[in-house]
């Protein structure tokens, strides 16, 4: 039965009358009232992590191989080999009136392995890098020199060629003390405040870098992380961060030597968008998406 122009209108205008009421129904439940506190975010689910005797932890390779792999250890004496290769040719290239020479390395798996801090976390069924246990754990003192870096260091210092230490720590007020600790640990020369930079607040060493350059000839960069060069390396873009080093190719190896980590740095923020990403189901799920970038569909 065909309806009326009338009663079609009618019946439009209780349906929009309807349908406003219901909206601002909706509305009005997902908007806490004034002055009312704010309901908490519920935490990422975190079940499918290690657990038991913890052999299905996703750290374990990695930490594994920092532990016992002789390839580990030799690849911080190449990078040292290759670092000192390029000051013994700076010194003989040196000429009156040039400025002094200098390096400038990263602290943490580069000059420094907290071996330790990846056991412990593997003992207590952690898969990801936990900011809080490293907090603690730092003021122990249990960090240790990387191969080759105290002999290169004092072969810097033994030529006349400082060392500037720039690195990204926060572990409260006494962040800088530990630091300088930790470099009284390893013998390293210019353990000074002069020479020593500690950043509480960023990772961004480049302006600390370039203000060294302005007075110093820098040969070479030490780090394990591409961020210790330069920050344009800072992205949250896996593709954009290997287009990037890829630009830059020429450079390493000759101005910038990279340390091995594999299981920790902003490689990790390309991934994640985070640098420390929490524990939960959805990280390990992208973690294992990383990991199968490239794979073989069996065929």
Not at 99 to 107: E, N, Q, S, W, Y
Not at 170 to 195: I, S
Request: with cysteine; proline share 7%; net charge neutral.
């Amino acid at each position: 039965m065909s309806s009326s122009p009338t009663s079609t209108a009618q019946r439009a205008v209780r349906w929009s009358g309807l349908a406003l009421a219901v909206l601002a129904a909706v509305g009005c439940a997902q908007l806490p009232p004034p002055g009312a506190a704010a309901v908490p975010t519920a935490a990422p689910a975190n079940t499918n992590g290690p657990a038991g005797d913890g052999v299905n932890n996703l750290l374990v390779g990695a930490v594994a191989w920092k532990q016992t792999a002789a390839e580990y250890r030799a690849l911080y004496h190449q990078g040292f080999n290759v670092a000192r290769m390029h000051v013994e040719a700076a010194l003989k290239a040196r000429k009156p009136g040039d400025r002094p020479l200098a390096v400038v390395t990263d602290m943490d798996d580069t000059i420094l392995l907290p071996l330790a801090y990846w056991g412990h976390l593997i003992e207590r069924n952690k898969d990801f890098f936990d900011d809080a246990v490293w907090d603690q754990w730092v003021p122990r003192n249990q960090i240790v020199p990387s191969p080759g870096s105290q002999d290169f260091l004092r072969f810097c210092k033994d030529n006349g060629v400082e060392v500037f230490y720039v690195t990204s720590r926060d572990q409260g007020e006494r962040t800088y003390e530990y630091a300088m600790e930790h470099l009284k640990l390893l013998g390293a020369p210019y353990a000074d405040t002069a020479h020593l930079t500690v950043l509480r607040d960023s990772s961004n060493k480049q302006p600390r870098q370039d203000e060294i350059a302005k007075a110093f000839e820098i040969v070479v960069y030490l780090g394990d992380n591409l961020n210790d060069f330069r920050r344009k390396y800072y992205t949250k873009s896996v593709d954009d961060r290997l287009k990037l080093m890829e630009e830059d190719r020429a450079m390493y190896g000759r101005k910038y030597v990279v340390f091995p980590n594999p299981t920790d740095g902003h490689w990790m923020r390309a991934i994640f968008g985070d640098s420390e990403p929490p524990p939960s189901n959805d990280n390990r799920a992208t973690f294992k998406r990383a990991a199968t970038r490239n794979a073989w569909d069996g065929k």
